[in-house]
């Protein structure tokens, strides 16, 4: 299997500054399709997880333009240019290249 | 309007069994394989099953493998999964997520989460 490791673990941010987030596969995740498909969820205290991010760098459907995902082979990153009150939540990349799905660990993104 | 809406959670002793359900709205059901994801208390998210659109290719976690069966019935837009020889660890919360199809990215859409506690 696939094993999805996040750093760091826990975020405090300052609102109105930016906030990263990495990911690290312990293997290429080039489908043989030719795509990547490595995403970012989002999920806020109490709710579902939300999908932020598909394939590195594509934005999921009224996602803010400050979530930015960038990355290949087996580094990729979660960028939050400004954060929001509304940000705070635990981020998880996803490989979805392979089954099983794998799950990073989670990071906690809070305000300081 | 994307809808997945999942039932069959609930209080279960060790050993025993459930049946959840996913009932899907909004999408073409049959055009999409489909995930179970679940959440125990205070943990992060861990995938537990997956099944293909057409119900030609099944796909379990380790931890599941044996004890659980993914299935669906494209007729009536519905995804299941049967639970047996529950444990313990199996408590969580339960997400059904729409995985790869003609037109949304993996894990595109998700539930509101069934919750399963398995203790006598």
């Known amino acids: 299997d696939i094993v999805m490791t996040q750093t760091p673990l826990s975020s405090p941010v300052t609102l109105g500054q930016p906030a990263s987030i990495s990911c690290r596969s312990s293997?290429?995740?080039?489908?043989?399709?030719?795509?990547?498909?490595l995403s970012w969820l989002q999920q806020r205290p109490g709710q579902p997880p939300r999908l932020l991010i598909y394939?590195?760098?594509n934005r999921f459907s009224g996602v803010p333009d400050r979530f930015s995902g960038s990355g290949a082979g087996t580094d990729f990153t979660l960028k939050i240019s400004r954060v929001e009150a509304e940000d705070v939540g635990v981020y998880y990349c996803?490989?979805?290249?392979?089954?099983?799905?794998?799950f990073g660990q989670g990071t906690k993104v809070e305000v300081k | 309007e994307v809808q997945l809406l999942e039932s069959g959670g609930g209080l279960v002793q060790p050993g025993g069994s459930l049946r959840l359900s996913c009932a899907a709205s909004g999408f073409t059901f049959s055009n999409f394989a489909m995930s179970w994801v679940r959440q125990a208390p205070g943990k992060g998210l861990e995938w537990v099953s997956g099944i293909s659109g057409s119900d030609s290719g099944t796909y379990y976690a380790d931890s599941v493998k044996g004890r659980f069966t993914i299935s669906r019935d494209n007729s009536k837009n519905t995804l299941y999964l049967q639970m047996n020889s529950l444990r313990a660890e199996d408590t969580a919360v339960y997400f059904c997520?729409?995985?790869?199809?003609?037109?949304?990215?993996?894990?595109?859409?998700w539930g509101q989460g069934t919750l399963v506690t398995v203790s006598s």
């Open positions: 996803v490989q979805a290249t392979q089954f099983p799905r794998t």
């Open positions: 997520a729409t995985d790869y199809g003609s037109y949304l990215p993996q894990l595109a859409y």
């Open positions: 394939k590195i760098s």
């Open positions: 293997q290429g995740l080039v489908h043989s399709d030719g795509n990547t498909y």
